[in-house]
T-cell receptor, first 115, second 117 residues
């Protein structure tokens, strides 16, 4: 049973560029959340997708956008990259059934470096 | 607003020592959930435990144990007889009750545990 997978593992971009990160959830999971983890910090919630819609969003600018596909996989897009966007981007998946939900399981992350 | 404080930035112990990682939280919710995650050098966050605010029973899982005290808003984590493989960053997190989706944990800054052989 594959866990949460993310691609790519590492990425180097320059300021002003755009980047797309990808996530495949754990089998049986339909909800995907994205987190940004700066060096030496705890993860910070970016947004969560369920049924192909953004359900909740953290305190991140509109430069951060996402998408969820019918197979529950997800993409995180960041436009106009800033040096401060350098971080580990973590994807987490879980399932949601109305009044019940499971704990999130995290992927290995994508390390983004902005030069 | 929710807040999680892990005051210990780094702890260094020798193998077989017991170690306790502290976690203090703030929330105005009456229903909430507390978590501990382990992050080894590989980067993946590994789920350890979830506890809801109505269950103050201490929990033990092998060498791991957790002490939840609502009176002091603390959810401390103890590793008994630590091993080198326990070396990692440990995060405490807090989430309100999920509504229309999954939990949204607010994480502390983490405690780096180094276990020396």
């Amino acid at each position: 049973d594959a866990g949460v997978t993310q691609s790519p593992t590492h990425l180097i971009k320059t300021r002003g560029q755009q980047v797309t990160l990808r996530c495949s959830p754990k089998s049986g999971h339909d909800t995907v959340s994205w987190y940004q983890q700066a060096l030496g910090q705890g993860p910070q919630f970016i947004f969560q997708y369920y049924e192909e819609e953004e359900r909740q969003r953290g305190n991140f600018p509109d430069r951060f956008s996402g998408h969820q596909f019918p197979n529950y996989s997800s993409e995180l897009n960041v436009n106009a990259l800033l040096l401060g966007d350098s971080a580990l981007y973590l994807c987490a998946s879980s399932w949601y059934r109305g009044d019940s939900t499971d704990t999130q399981y995290f992927g290995p992350g994508t390390r983004l470096t902005v030069l | 607003a929710q807040k999680v404080t892990q005051a210990q930035t780094e702890i260094s112990v020798v193998e077989k020592e017991d170690v306790t990682l502290d976690c203090v939280y703030e929330t105005r919710d009456t229903t909430y959930y507390l978590f501990w995650y382990k992050q080894p050098p590989s980067g993946e966050l590994v789920f350890l435990i979830r506890r809801n605010s109505f269950d103050e029973q201490n929990e033990i899982s092998g060498r791991y144990s957790w002490n939840f005290q609502k009176s002091t808003s603390s959810f401390n984590f103890t590793i008994t007889a630590s091993q080198v493989v326990d070396s990692a960053v440990y995060f405490c997190a807090l989430s309100e009750a999920p509504s229309g989706g999954s939990y949204i944990p607010t994480f502390g800054r983490g405690t780096s545990l180094i276990v020396h052989p």
